[in-house]
């Protein structure tokens, strides 16, 4: 009996390093991917000033 018992918790523990290492590589790759992506740049305002009369013209 003792002998199932050793084999059933050494399957879960097993199951559950082998787990815990997919899990561990997925989130270190995630941050990774989310490093290296390219952040968006703030869009370049025009440097030409409007005058009040030209921003109601349309």
């Given at each position: 009996?003792?002998d199932?018992?050793?084999?059933?918790?050494?399957?879960?523990?097993?199951?559950a390093?082998?787990?815990?290492?997919?899990?561990?590589?997925?989130?270190?790759?995630?941050?990774?991917?989310?490093?290296?992506?390219?952040?968006?740049?703030?869009?370049?305002?025009?440097?030409?000033?409007?005058?009040?009369?030209?921003?109601?013209?349309?």
């Amino acid at each position: 009996m003792s002998d199932l018992l050793n084999l059933a918790m050494l399957i879960g523990a097993l199951l559950a390093s082998v787990a815990l290492g997919i899990f561990g590589a997925y989130y270190i790759l995630r941050l990774g991917f989310a490093l290296i992506r390219p952040h968006p740049q703030p869009a370049l305002q025009p440097k030409t000033k409007t005058s009040p009369e030209m921003a109601g013209v349309s």
